[in-house]
């Protein structure tokens, strides 16, 4: 399975953006690449995700490298209820046992 | 609310019990999924049903037995388990195996 590569952690000041890097040098053409994230005594909910183009949603942005070879999830604005952890994941849709293989993430902390 | 429900959120059971863990979606989704999320270590994929059928089982010992009565509802077994086994037990359902997982707030499973 194609891996991923987080920073274990980051840090950001409350109401400033953060991007969050992630390196997927062994991504197939196939692969999509999803962000999920953790806040603290939940599950993970879904983020974002692209293909080959950035993309937007309510939540955040995902900005995806020329050689598609990494991708950073970027919040405008960070709150106090961003602070959680947030898993770059590779997904192929094509396949039909595809699974979700979460890493460790990058833990993420909002100082006010 | 991700629609996905699970009880209970909190359990307490000695290594002679027998408890089960139940989940519920209300999404219309045909896949679910059990995973393991242990202290500082990444979520575990433990069991994937699909249309009712058990499709993958990720070598998990046998004192966890999954059941799946129908597409809404999955049930994790529990018996004669180890200290160990003590962890948040996450349940996701997905509309199929390929696309974006909802997962349910977990269940905090301590065994003595």
């Known amino acids: 399975d194609a891996k991923t590569t987080q920073p274990n952690s980051m840090e950001s000041n409350e109401e400033e953006p953060v991007h969050l890097p992630c390196n997927h040098s062994?991504?197939?053409?196939?692969?999509?690449i999803h962000w999920y994230r953790q806040l603290p005594s939940q599950g993970p909910e879904y983020v974002i995700h692209g293909l080959t183009s950035n993309v937007n949603n309510r939540m955040a942005s995902l900005a995806i490298a020329e050689d598609r070879k990494s991708s950073t999830l970027i919040l405008h604005r960070a709150t106090l209820r961003d602070a959680a952890v947030y898993y770059c994941?590779?997904?192929?849709?094509?396949?039909?046992?595809?699974?979700?293989?979460f890493g460790k993430g990058t833990r993420l902390h909002i100082l006010p | 609310e991700t629609g996905v429900t699970q009880t209970p959120r909190h359990l307490v059971m000695g290594m002679t019990n027998k408890k089960s863990l139940k989940c519920e979606q209300h999404l219309g989704h045909n896949a679910m999924y059990w995973y393991k999320q242990s202290a500082k270590k990444p979520l575990e994929l433990m069991f994937v049903y699909s249309l009712e059928e058990r499709v993958e089982n990720n070598s998990v010992p046998s004192r966890f037995s999954p059941e799946c009565p129908n597409s809404s509802h999955l049930f994790l077994h529990l018996h004669t388990l180890q200290p160990e086994d003590s962890a948040l037990y996450l349940c996701a359902s997905s509309q199929d195996r390929r696309y974006t997982q909802y997962f349910g707030p977990g269940t905090r499973l301590t065994v003595l």
């Open positions: 994941i590779l997904r192929d849709p094509l396949n039909r046992d595809d699974k979700i293989i």
């Open positions: 062994t991504i197939s053409g196939t692969d999509y």
